[in-house]
């Protein structure tokens, strides 16, 4: 039995300040349960009235590569400062080889990509003729580019409508407030988006979604019921009818080792299917960047399963493992199509191996 949570509505009708975080998650605040529609599918609000309330308001707010750096603060900390010892001076030669070894590996790079890192930049080095410990830095960044620049590849939404993406991850990955984030940034692009409220595990899930697609205009299609590939198959068929540009699909979370839910997670997929022959367009795995090199086990599991077609790395901000990037790229590589640095709702951006390893050292 759900109980139908509803959000306190707080008079709520400027935009959310692009400054305050629009977590959906936290706080659904639980006030007196209301009536439970009988519909086993519920449409909740309306399509966007006018073009959504764009984020472009404060002109104080630093830029997504300032907020791409502090978000990267620790990462940077951690390996630059360590590196910056290793740059200082003095001749390139095997002890420093060994030391630049060490400090990738505590990067959360793993031991495959450590070693293909340390082999290329011997490489650069050799062919350059390099002498100096201070022109490694170079060497590595470039080596590093090299390595994880085949995971950036933008996800390109048009030529289907609906173009349906598939979210996917452990609890807590970050999957819901992802979904938000990207909602405003399919709308800030002139598209129509609409939500299928497929976690059906916990109730307070589906209400995350609906609470935040009323406040930002946004259609969430939500079942009582508790069949995900349901309330997914309804919004294929509600997006269709609408002529909706993304459908955007959440799923409870799940670890690789449950079977059972990974098969039910399969079902989702193959029901979107059946209403869109060729949906889902984009299967993403969520990964939250703390989990370091456990994600690559999630990413081989999870593209086992499903056919991972992206990823979306998590929580960069909070963690020292951003290296983990390297180590994706290396072991299972999956095209990184967006990367989150706070619980902003802009601070989810399409990956760019530039701007990330330009965050990472400079
Ligand atoms: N700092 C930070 N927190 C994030 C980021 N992405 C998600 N979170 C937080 O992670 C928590 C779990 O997110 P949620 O979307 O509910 O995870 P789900 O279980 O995968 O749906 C929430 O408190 C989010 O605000 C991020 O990029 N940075
Ligand atoms: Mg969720």
């Not at 998650?25 to 009235?49: K, M």
């Not at 300032?66 to 951690?78: I, V």
């Not at 991972?308 to 909070?318: P, R, S, Y």
Request: aromatic residues 4%.
């Amino acid at each position: 039995m759900f109980s139908f949570f509803k959000k306190k509505t707080v008079p709520d009708s400027t935009p959310t300040p692009p400054a305050a975080p629009v977590a959906p998650a936290a706080d659904i605040v639980t006030a007196a349960p209301a009536s439970v529609e009988p519909a086993p599918a519920a449409a909740v609000t309306t399509p966007p009235v006018t073009a959504a309330p764009a984020s472009s308001v404060a002109p104080a707010k630093p830029s997504w590569t300032e907020r791409l750096k502090s978000g990267l603060a620790k990462t940077r900390d951690k390996l630059g400062k360590q590196l910056a010892g290793l740059f200082g001076g003095g001749k390139i030669d095997e002890d420093l080889y060994e030391e630049l070894e060490a400090v990738l590996l505590t990067s959360d790079m793993g031991m495959d990509a450590t070693s293909h890192l340390l082999r290329d930049v011997r490489e650069r080095v050799s062919l350059k003729g390099l002498k100096d410990a201070s022109e490694l830095k170079g060497a590595l960044k470039e080596a590093l580019v090299e390595l994880i620049q085949p995971l950036e590849q933008p996800l390109q939404t048009h030529g289907k409508k609906p173009y349906v993406i598939m979210l996917a991850g452990v609890n807590g990955a970050g999957k819901t407030t992802s979904i938000g984030k990207l909602a405003k940034y399919f709308q800030s692009q002139g598209k129509s988006v609409l939500l299928a409220a497929g976690d059906t595990f916990r109730a307070a899930a589906r209400e995350q979604l609906i609470a935040w697609g009323e406040r930002n205009n946004v259609t969430v299609i939500a079942q009582q019921s508790g069949d995900a590939a349901a309330v997914c198959y309804d919004a294929m068929q509600a997006a269709m009818a609408r002529g909706i540009d993304i459908v955007i699909a959440d799923t409870a979370g799940r670890l690789p080792t449950q079977l059972h839910l990974m098969e039910e997670i399969k079902k989702v997929k193959r029901v979107i299917q059946k209403a869109i022959p060729d949906a889902p367009h984009e299967v993403v795995l969520v990964l939250d960047a703390n989990i370091g090199q456990n994600a690559i086990n999630q990413v081989v599991a999870f593209d086992q399963a499903l056919g991972l077609t992206g990823l979306i790395l998590t929580k960069l901000d909070g963690t020292a493992k951003g290296g983990v990037i390297a180590g994706i790229a290396k072991q299972h590589p999956v095209p990184l199509r967006f990367i989150g640095v706070g619980e902003g709702i802009d601070d989810l951006r399409p990956f760019s191996t530039r701007d990330f390893v330009d965050a990472l050292f400079d």
